[in-house]
Structure formats: C-alpha cells, structure tokens
C-alpha cells in the first residue's frame, strides 16, 4: 500500500498550543526519508554580512523539492541557514538531483557549501529515534509541519558527523541535473521591530521527560503569550512595516538566483521583470484594487497570515517583536528553567526581520519565511550550542543528542 498521501491526509490542529499533545501526532512511514540541507560556514558568511544569502540558499532546498512534489503535500520546516524536509521513495531519486543542482549553484553563484542529504526513516528507527508528524492550520493559504520524536536531530547529526556522512550525503549530480526555483521570491524590505526588538529565540526541552517535556513547552508558549500578548502583537511581520523594495540591491540575490543564465542582459531583464511586478503590485494594495481572483488591499494582511513565525521540529522556534523589558522578562523565566535543568535556549536580539517567500498562488497557497536579521536562528543556535557545552563540561547535561552545530 503506498504511503505517498500520510502527510497530505493528516488531520488538522487548529490552535499552535495544540502541538504539545503527543496524541495529535503519528509517526512517519519507514519507507519515507529524511531530507537535510544546510549552508556550511554559516556563522563566517553571517558575521560577514550575507546573512540575506545564507536565508534564500535555505529557501532555496525548499522550494526546489516543493516544485517536483507539484500538488503532492510535503511537510517541511525553514531553519534560518537550511531546511529539512520529508519525501516519500517515489521523490527521492528528483530530489536529490534537484539539491544537488540547488548545491552547484551555492557554490558557483554565492561562493557557500550548501551540505544536502537524505537519511531513511527505518534508520532512524533503528535506533530508538522517530519523527512524527502533526499538520497545523495557520491560515486558509499555509498549513504547517510540525515535527517531534528526536529523528530530526538524530538524522542531522547522522549527515554531519565524518564517521556516518558518506553513508547520507549526496554526491556526483548527473550532468544534466537541475533546479526550478520558480515561486520563490525575495522582494520585501527588511521589517524593523514596531517595539524595538526582534527576538530569534529557540527552546529544547530536556529529552525523556514524555509528557513532562509537553508541559515545559505548553508552559513557555503560554509565558510568551503572557509577556508580548496575542499573535498580533508578538508577530514580527506588521502590515504599516511591510514595504516592498525596488532597488537592485534588494532584488539582486533573487536576480541572480532565477535569472536565465549570469548574463548581465539576462539579469538586467530579470531584474526590470520584478521592479514593475514590485511596483504594480504597490500600485495594486494602495488602491486597494479587487479582483475575482483575489482582493489586494488584503494582500498584506494575508501574507503576515501565512507567515511562519512560529514553529516547532523537535524544538520550539519563534521570532518576535516587543522590547527590551519584555525581553528581560522572558529570559530570565528561560535561565531559572534552564538552570533547573528543564530546557536549554539560544537567543539572538536584533531590530528588524526577514522575509523570504513561497508564492505558488498569488492570492492562495503560500508560506513566508520569516527569521530574524543579522544572523536569526544560526546565531540563536550557536547560543545555544555553547549552553549546552556548559552542560558537557559540568557534567550535568539532561540532553539525549546534542544540538546540530550550525556549520
């Protein structure tokens, strides 16, 4: 029997506090994969200023899976300086081709590593790990992946570690190997914080806890809400701060990633195509013109809608806006559970966020990938590496598998 429609059939969560019940989940088939890609070096090229780059590459596995997938559902999560996703056997052999078409181009056109393979599920079931499954209602237009059971973090280490890499890597792209990046665009300017503040922040409950670990998480989330207040507020993408850009800079990394070939009168073409597309869109959402494909005075409003600015694989994932206060509140209930040896955490403060997006219906299916400025969830993650190094070196570490380095 295939399995080619378990995520596509999931039942939906309608509410995000709904992730921390087990019994919403279910676990993945054996015979599906676990697909990895992350930038390597991602800490250099961020502290050098790319950090713009390093979140379209990241877009960039995703994008390229989703568009051989077509209309078939596949679940996935955007972590900053990669992604993972899951396939099922009949897209592993165009997957991997198209990722590693996705990695030539980091390579040739960014000068990046983009590090990409897959891990079967029935090896992660060999050793006690599991990935499961629920699918979360955020808006008409985007359902999200959420993702517990550890495989996530076991299968990325299993990538990432020389003694195992070979085993999961992929390697020597066919000739004519190649990636359609079509629906992803790069066009908003970045978004300052309407508080001052934009927080990455990433939390890891302690492993092995079972229904404990649900209740430190459903704990953090309500503590959130209580310190920066409902979705609208705590979203970092705000419709009086979202403003498309239109000069070259802005549009270059989408320019040189989609554009015909690296030509300069193929980019100038691609670059033109997206400044009047940019500007009849502006032109559009001021006079808020309706069509019967869509209303686009409500464009902005369903974009933030379907963002991802929340999340959860294997850990819980947030960008958020507010200030300084409500930044201190919220660390210091962090650091007494962390030092109580309930959770470990990264963070990174910055002014403003990203957005990276997946257009495949203008006014329909879409998901906008949002992370926070100046590093985000890379620089959150190596916060929190170095915690739980602390950990290592006092012996008191309550972690089952480390968190994944960032390069």
């Not at 506090?17 to 890609?37: A, M, Q």
């Not at 994008?63 to 056997?89: C, H, R």
């Not at 209930?333 to 966020?353: C, F, M, P, T």
Request: hydrophobic share 40%; aromatic share 12%.
């Amino acid at each position: 029997m295939t399995t080619e429609f378990f995520y596509a059939n999931l039942p939906l969560l309608e509410n995000f506090i709904d992730i921390t019940d087990s019994r919403n989940f279910e676990s993945v088939p054996r015979d599906w994969y676990v697909v990895i890609s992350d930038i390597i070096g991602s800490t250099q090229a961020i502290e050098s200023g790319r950090y713009k780059e390093v979140n379209l590459l990241g877009a960039c596995s995703i994008v390229a899976v989703l568009n051989i997938a077509g209309n078939l559902d596949i679940p996935f999560v955007f972590g900053g300086d990669g992604a993972t996703l899951l396939i099922p056997p009949s897209l592993f052999a165009p997957a991997r081709e198209a990722l590693l078409a996705t990695s030539q181009l980091a390579r040739e056109e960014f000068g990046m590593e983009l590090r990409v393979g897959a891990v079967p599920m029935s090896d992660v079931r060999v050793n006690d790990y599991d990935v499961k499954l629920a699918k979360l209602k955020v808006s008409e237009n985007y359902y999200q992946a959420i993702f517990t059971g550890d495989g996530l973090s076991y299968a990325t280490e299993l990538i990432k570690h020389p003694n195992t890499s070979n085993l999961y890597l992929y390697q020597n792209p066919t000739d004519n190997a190649k990636a359609d990046f079509s629906n992803l665009e790069c066009r908003w300017q970045d978004i300052p914080s309407k508080y001052g503040e934009t927080i990455s922040l990433i939390v890891k409950a302690t492993p092995n806890q079972g229904d404990l670990a649900n209740l430190t998480y459903r704990k953090i989330i309500e503590k959130i809400d209580t310190i920066y207040g409902s979705e609208e507020l705590l979203n970092p993408v705000d419709k009086n701060y979202l403003n498309l850009g239109f000069s070259y800079q802005k549009l270059s990394a989408e320019t040189r990633l989609c554009a015909q070939s690296s030509k300069l009168s193929h980019r100038m073409l691609y670059f033109l195509k997206i400044w009047f597309e940019n500007f009849l869109g502006w032109l559009l959402m001021r006079l808020k013109v309706k069509f019967p494909d869509g209303d686009w005075g409500a464009y902005k409003r369903n974009a933030i809608a379907a963002t991802d600015y929340r999340k959860f694989d294997d850990m819980l994932r947030m960008v958020i806006a507010g200030n300084e206060a409500q930044r201190k509140q919220l660390t210091d209930y962090l650091e007494k559970n962390y030092k109580q040896g309930k959770l470990v955490y990264g963070l990174h403060i910055s002014d403003r966020a990203l957005m990276t997006c997946l257009v495949f219906e203008r006014h329909g299916r879409q998901v906008h990938f949002v992370d926070g400025a100046d590093g985000g969830y890379a620089v959150a993650a190596k916060d929190m590496k170095d915690r739980l190094k602390e950990n290592a070196t006092d012996s008191k570490s309550a972690f089952r598998t480390p968190v994944n380095p960032d390069d």
